[in-house]
C-alpha cells in the first residue's frame, strides 16, 4: 500500500451529514461528550472528522521532520523533555510538569539546545576548527568583531560586554577575539594568575624571572723583563749605573707576578619577539544560537 500525505482530508459525506472537506474544529463540549458510535447513531461531521484526523497528522509531522512535537501551552512537559518553539530553536525542559511556560522567554524551565536537536553546545561555547572557512549556522568567528545586541540577543545575554575594548555604541557589543593567542584559564581564585579577568586585554609575553652565571678558566699570571745599560759615572770610575752608554754590558730586571686574575663577562641576547611553545594554528568560533 502506497504512503498516504500527511493532512488529507479522510471524512466526506458521513451518513448524509456535513459534507465539508474542511478541518473544523468540533468545540470544547463535543471534544468532552464525544459521538456516539454504530450506524445511525451519533457520527461526527466529516469536517470534525478530518480535523481530528488531521491534529493526528500534525503532531505526527512534527516528529517526523524535527524529531520533535511543536511546544504546546497546554503540553505538559518532563524533565529532559524536548520542544520545537516559534523561534525555530529547539530547547530541553529542566522541570518536571512543565506546563504553560513558553520556551524562548521562560530560562528557569528550558535549556536552549541550538537550531538542531542534537546541537550539544550551548550559546557562549567555544569550538575550535582545522579551517578557515565561513563558520557552521549558529557560529561567529572570534574575531573581536562588533555586533548589534538585538542580532544576538542569546549571546548578549551570556557575554554582555565583558569583550568591549572601547568604542561601541550602547547598542552594540564585542565579540572575543583569540586571533593569534593561547587560552589561560581564568584563576578564579586559585591564586596562580591574580588579577586576571575574562575580556579582550591580551596578557604581555613574559619569562620567568633568573639570572644567568658565567666564568672564566683561571690563567694569565705572568711577569715583565726590562734590559737597562750599564753605564760608568766620572766621579766614581767603576760604579755601574743606568744610562744611555753600554760600558759594563746590560742588566735584566723582572717584575714581581700580577697573579692569576678572572673576568667580567658579558651575555648577549637571543631570541625574537615573543616566548611561546611549539604550536600549529586554528580557528575559534564561539556559539550564538
Request: glycine share 12%.
Amino acid at each position: 500500500m502506497a504512503r498516504q500525505p500527511f493532512n488529507k482530508r479522510w471524512a466526506e459525506g458521513v451518513e448524509s451529514q456535513d459534507s465539508s472537506t474542511t478541518f473544523q474544529d468540533p468545540g470544547d463540549i463535543r471534544i468532552d461528550s464525544g459521538w456516539e458510535g454504530g450506524q445511525d447513531k451519533d457520527a461526527p461531521p466529516a469536517g470534525q472528522e478530518n480535523w481530528w484526523h488531521n491534529r493526528v497528522d500534525s503532531a505526527l509531522q512534527d516528529l517526523e521532520r524535527r524529531s520533535s512535537m511543536s511546544w504546546h501551552a497546554q503540553a505538559i512537559y518532563a524533565t529532559g523533555a524536548s520542544c520545537f518553539a516559534s523561534d525555530g530553536l529547539y530547547y530541553e525542559s529542566i522541570a518536571d510538569a512543565n506546563v504553560g511556560n513558553s520556551p524562548g522567554s521562560s530560562t528557569a524551565y528550558w535549556r536552549l539546545i541550538g537550531s538542531s536537536l542534537y546541537s550539544s553546545f550551548s550559546v557562549g561555547e567555544y569550538k575550535d576548527v582545522a579551517h578557515n572557512g565561513s563558520p557552521d549556522s549558529g557560529w561567529l568567528k572570534c574575531t573581536g568583531a562588533v555586533l548589534l545586541r538585538t542580532a544576538y540577543p542569546k549571546l548578549f545575554a551570556i557575554i554582555g560586554t565583558t569583550y568591549n575594548t572601547g568604542g561601541e555604541l550602547s547598542t552594540q557589543f564585542r565579540l572575543p577575539d583569540w586571533r593569534g593567542l593561547f587560552p589561560r584559564f581564568l584563576d578564579d581564585g586559585r591564586g596562580v594568575d591574580t588579577g586576571r579577568t575574562l575580556g579582550n586585554t591580551v596578557q604581555a609575553s613574559q619569562n620567568l624571572a633568573h639570572g644567568h652565571s658565567a666564568s672564566t678558566g683561571s690563567a694569565g699570571a705572568h711577569t715583565h723583563k726590562s734590559t737597562f745599560n750599564l753605564d760608568r759615572t766620572v766621579t766614581t770610575p767603576g760604579n755601574a749605573v743606568f744610562g744611555d752608554e753600554n760600558f759594563y754590558g746590560t742588566s735584566v730586571i723582572e717584575t714581581s707576578s700580577a697573579g692569576a686574575h678572572v673576568h667580567t663577562v658579558s651575555i648577549g641576547s637571543s631570541g625574537g619577539t615573543e616566548a611561546r611553545p611549539v604550536n600549529l594554528t586554528q580557528v575559534r568560533w564561539i556559539r550564538y544560537l
